[in-house]
């Protein structure tokens, strides 16, 4: 209770910093952050994956289904409230989830992440071949609403969407961390480290599996449907091998352990590119590879094993 207890005290903390953050912040380090958020919530659904012993390299399937479940709505369906695109990109990707994680619940190691890559690409093949959804090209989208308030000015837009994204990731954020205190959350770990046991427990494995699957499908979905409003396009190359080879980047990075080590390591990442990408045009992906090969060196367990640790060490020094 006590430890439920922090988990809100600190997520109304940061909520607070995050409001103030965007007061003083410039618009384009805002619109960073909004990016940061869409693409460490699908992130942190692949974080779910791992704590089970799994990585998927098809990631992107359900981030781009969330973008083209929102874009459609919203094009379609005339829905330009956030909320509602929002919550409609999750329950699309969650199909999608749900008619893929029975098939996928009994692979393991490289033939998983290989078959969700597949998948993946699928996707982007299928999407780049459909010309009434814009083919390669994609689809514009329009300008959002919030509880049917349309922002004045462009950076009226950007902040407005910015406070939604913080109250998202924060609402996300504890869910996800009072899911990893859980009796569900701890079993994932108890299958990363041994199956037979968990089985022998009266668990089944495979079901621990397919639940993680689909709530990782649902935060990308998510994720997916930010990212289509805060940048006002869709395209099929939400769904390519280089969109989900970032949220495993995000991944390893990040560790499965802390939760705010996730989007920590997804605004790393975005502040990498961004500059690499500024000061170094044509070799941006070789400063990404030389910071992800020093992270998996010097950080095993990613940034969430450095929080941990001192946690434990803290603990240690005043066991009261």
């Known amino acids: 209770m006590r430890s439920r207890f922090m988990v809100l005290v600190l997520a109304g903390v940061t909520l607070a ?3 103030a953050l965007g007061e003083v912040l410039p618009s384009w380090s805002i619109f960073l952050l909004v990016t940061a958020a869409a693409k460490g919530l699908a992130a942190l659904g692949l974080v779910l ?3 089970s012993g799994l990585l998927s390299f098809g990631q992107g399937l359900f981030y781009c289904a969330g973008g083209y479940g929102a874009g459609l709505l919203m094009l379609w369906g005339g829905i330009t409230d956030m ?3 929002v919550l409609a990109g999750g329950v699309v990707a969650l199909l999608f989830g749900l008619l893929t994680a029975p098939l996928l ?3 393991r190691g490289i033939f998983f992440a290989t078959l969700t ?7 982007h093949g299928a999407l780049t071949k459909a010309d009434f959804l814009g083919g390669s090209d994609g689809l514009n989208l329009h ?3 919030l509880f049917g308030m349309r922002p004045a000015s462009a ?3 950007v902040y407005m969407l910015y406070l939604f994204s913080s109250v998202l990731v924060v609402v996300v954020a504890v869910a996800c961390r009072l899911h990893f205190d859980s009796l569900r959350g701890l079993l994932s770990l108890a299958t990363r480290d041994n199956e037979i046991r968990v089985e022998y427990l009266g668990a089944s494995v495979s079901r621990v599996i397919s639940e993680n699957f689909i709530a990782a499908a649902f935060l990308g979905g998510v994720g997916g449907a930010l990212n289509a409003i805060a940048v006002g396009h869709i395209d099929p190359e939400l769904a390519f091998w280089t969109t989900s080879g970032e949220f495993v980047f995000v991944a390893i990075l990040s560790g499965y352990l802390s939760v705010g080590a996730v989007f920590a390591s997804s605004i790393l990442l975005e502040l990498i590119r961004s500059f690499s990408s500024q000061y170094f045009p044509n070799a941006w992906q070789m400063s990404l590879g030389i910071f992800m090969l020093a992270s998996i060196l010097f950080l095993p367990n990613g940034i969430g094993g450095l929080i941990v640790r001192r946690k434990e060490r ?5 066991p009261a």
């Open 17 to 19: 910093i995050l409001v």
């Open 49 to 51: 994956v791992v704590r």
């Open 83 to 85: 909320t509602l695109l």
């Open 105 to 107: 619940a009994s692979y």
């Open 117 to 123: 890559l597949a998948l993946s690409m699928l996707m």
């Open 143 to 145: 300008s959002p609403t």
């Open 155 to 157: 950076a009226e837009a």
């Open 314 to 318: 803290d603990s240690e020094k005043d």
